[in-house]
């Protein structure tokens, strides 16, 4: 597995997830104003914004109380996955839903 850390909390807006990188997997922490982790989702190389953005205030998937985002880009989608879960089963981010694949 990639051992590189999460990349430094950013605004959770739109300008700053279209500067994110496509070009990989990735795992990604939506962020409280406290920088508390309140959601953990991936998403596939080419679908970062995509993804990202469903959960802006006002979107389908919106995350109450998002602030900041972090990423951390991975080779595969199977390790984005694995990773995703990992932090889901320690950190249990209050609004994923426990028991969910996708």
Known sequence: ?????????????????????????????????TGKNVYTGHAKRGQVSKRLKIHLPGRRDAVPGSKFFRIKQLSSVKEAKTKEQEIIKRE???FNIVGTNR
């Open 1 to 33: 597995m990639t051992k590189k850390r999460f990349s430094m909390r950013q605004i959770f807006n739109k300008e700053s997830i279209a500067k994110v990188p496509k070009n990989k997997p990735i795992v990604y922490e939506i962020l409280n104003k």
């Open 92 to 94: 249990k981010p209050k």
